[in-house]
C-alpha cells in the first residue's frame, strides 16, 4: 500500500514539474495595447493587428495576432518582440501556433518565422536561432501549426529576445506579384529547464533525473544476466 501511495505521489510531483511557466506576458495577445501598441507587452512594427472569432477561431482564449505585408512591392517586415530575462546555460524553449487562412491565404513570397536572440549585458546579440512559424507552400490551410525551437543561452546571457516574424519579400527580390495574405499567431510560449542530461543514470533518455530511471534501473536488476 506505501509503495503504490509513493509511485503516485511521485507521478503527481513529476507532472506538476513538468508544468513549466510561461516565461511570456500576454502569450495569447487577450490584452490590447495602448496607442500604438497593439497588444501589451509586446512592441511591435508594421501591419500588426487584434483578429477575433468574426475573422479566426482563436487557439487559445479569444484574440489572434494578425500579420499582413503592405504589398507595395518593396520588401515588408511585420514584427512582434518581447524581451526577458534568461540565463546562461539554461534551455529555452520557444513554442507558437500559426495559421495560414484560406480566405486570406499567404503567397510564397512570405516567410514567417519565430525567433530567439540571446543578448549579453550590453545589448550585442550572442546567437540566434529561428526557425518558420509556418510554411505558406506545404502546411495546410485553416489549421492552427505548432513550431518548437529549443536552445542554450550562451555564455554572457542576461537576456533573450523573442521575435514572430512575418517577412513580406519585394518584386525586386525575384518574385513576380505580391500575393499577399495574413499570418495568425496565437498561444505563443517560452519556457525554460535544465540543459540536456548526459549523465550514464539518465536510464531511459528523457534528459531528466527521476523516479522513472529508478524504475528502468529495478527492472534491468529484476531480468538479471
Not at 530567439?116 to 546567437?127: P, Q, T
Not at 529549443?150 to 518584386?171: C, E, M, R
Request: proline share 4%; hydrophobic share 40%.
Amino acid at each position: 500500500m506505501r509503495i503504490k501511495t509513493f509511485i503516485i505521489g511521485a507521478i503527481a510531483a513529476l507532472t506538476t514539474a513538468t508544468q513549466a511557466q510561461n516565461l511570456l506576458d500576454n502569450g495569447s495577445f487577450e490584452t490590447s495595447g495602448p496607442g500604438f501598441v497593439a497588444f501589451e507587452s509586446w512592441a511591435n512594427f508594421g501591419n500588426i493587428f487584434q483578429a477575433d472569432s468574426g475573422e479566426i477561431i482563436a487557439q487559445d482564449g479569444s484574440f489572434t495576432a494578425k500579420m499582413f505585408g503592405a504589398t507595395n512591392g518593396a520588401q515588408s517586415d511585420q514584427v512582434l518582440t518581447q524581451n526577458v530575462p534568461a540565463t546562461e546555460g539554461e534551455l529555452y524553449t520557444l513554442t507558437t501556433y500559426c495559421q495560414n487562412l484560406s480566405s486570406d491565404s499567404l503567397g510564397e513570397e512570405n516567410v514567417i518565422l519565430a525567433q530567439l536572440v540571446f543578448r549579453n549585458a550590453s545589448g550585442d546579440a550572442l546567437e540566434t536561432v529561428e526557425t518558420d512559424a509556418i510554411d505558406p507552400v506545404s502546411d495546410p490551410l485553416d489549421t492552427w501549426v505548432m513550431a518548437e525551437l529549443s536552445a542554450v543561452a550562451p555564455v554572457g546571457t542576461t537576456n533573450v529576445d523573442v521575435f514572430l516574424l512575418h517577412i513580406q519579400l519585394g518584386t525586386d527580390q525575384g518574385f513576380p506579384t505580391q500575393g499577399g495574405g495574413a499570418s495568425f499567431w496565437d498561444n505563443v510560449s517560452l519556457t525554460t529547464g535544465d540543459a540536456p542530461c548526459s549523465n550514464p543514470a539518465d536510464l531511459n533518455g528523457d534528459g531528466e533525473l527521476n523516479f522513472f530511471d529508478v524504475s528502468a534501473f529495478l527492472t534491468l536488476y529484476g531480468e538479471g544476466c
